[in-house]
């Protein structure tokens, strides 16, 4: 869930909280609307039981002034609360556990996408940023765009509700094929638009991970995970090829044959490449309990 400023705690779920995070949804409104709806049909059904609501961007609330701060007016930061949160928190702290490493970087690719600096367990940078649109191309969404260019839509093409509509539904890998979202379709293809959304989608992710490795200072772990993370081997070798300079190495045949969880790359690799199954649902168990027992 989006947690905003308010929520970087597990909270256990009362009325107030439920319409404090429906205020939320616009952020969000791919995760947060169902899970609004999720909470409300379980508190009506399950009266009797304790709800706990847990937040994906909480690890997130680490990452420094420097990365976390927008270069826009103090009233627009301070008074209206503009600001990058990150997302995909619960998927990175379990990758940052499982892959203890001073200087990591998670990929979470799947429907939604991001790329994430961990240093000594915390995070450091991400690339979603106030709302999960920012960052690298994900199965509808495109990822950072020229605002500049978003607002020439605006002025020239689309309405207010079309264009929210193109950015959540209508963009990323969709966008870019004109065939799919699912990157499963896009592999098996061979029309130009799918080889160019891959090829996009690939180039985005790489680069971001030598953003995040520069957030680092030095790279010693990769971790790959989510549907596209872990079961894309054409994925994890065209990023990793990329990535070479920065001393990734690939074994190309563990890659082929990789299966959550393991090691993907060469035994003398500098950097050690991972394929992660994710695991959201333990992290936000594991939260929900430590609150219960409190």
């Known amino acids: 869930m989006h947690g905003g400023a308010r929520f970087r ?35 009506a059904h399950l009266p009797q039981l304790a709800h706990v609501a847990v937040f994906d ?27 990058r949160f990150g997302f995909h928190g619960l998927s990175v702290q379990w990758a940052s556990e499982q892959v203890p490493a001073e200087r990591l970087v998670v990929c979470h690719l799947g429907g939604g996408c991001s790329v994430t600096a961990v240093r000594d367990g915390r995070s450091v940078d991400t690339t979603m940023g106030f709302t999960p649109l920012e960052g690298v191309p994900m199965a509808t969404r495109p990822g950072s765009v020229d605002p500049g260019a978003l607002l020439y839509l605006l002025k020239h093409h689309l309405t207010l ?3 929210d ?30 080889r160019l959304a891959l090829a996009v989608f690939t180039y985005r992710v790489a680069t971001a991970v030598g953003a995040m490795t520069t957030a680092l200072g030095g790279l010693e772990a990769l971790v790959f995970t989510a549907g596209i993370g872990e079961n894309s081997a054409t994925v994890r070798a065209t990023v990793c090829e990329q990535l070479r300079f920065l001393g990734v190495e690939l074994d190309d045949e563990a890659n082929e044959a990789a299966r959550p969880n393991a090691s993907v790359s060469t035994s003398d690799s500098p950097v050690d490449v991972v394929v992660l199954e994710a695991r959201e649902d333990l992290m936000a168990a594991r939260a929900a309990r430590a609150l219960l027992e409190l």
Do not use: C, K, Q
């Not at 439920?18 to 205020?23: F, N, P, T, W």
């Not at 680490?62 to 930061?77: F, G, H, Q």
């Not at 193109?166 to 990157?183: I, N, R, T």
């Open 161 to 163: 509700d079309a264009l």
């Open 9 to 43: 705690e597990p909270v256990f779920v009362d009325d107030e909280v439920v319409d404090e995070l429906a205020g939320l949804t616009e952020l969000a409104p791919l995760h947060m609307a169902p899970a609004v709806a999720a909470l409300r049909e379980a508190r």
């Open 165 to 194: 509509s193109l950015l959540e539904h209508d963009s990323g890998l969709a966008g870019l094929s004109g065939l799919s979202g699912d990157l499963r379709e896009l592999e098996s293809s061979n029309a130009p638009a799918a």
């Open 57 to 83: 961007t909480a690890f997130h609330a680490t990452i420094p002034d420097e990365a976390s701060t927008y270069a826009l007016p103090r009233r627009v930061r301070e008074d209206w609360g503009i600001r």
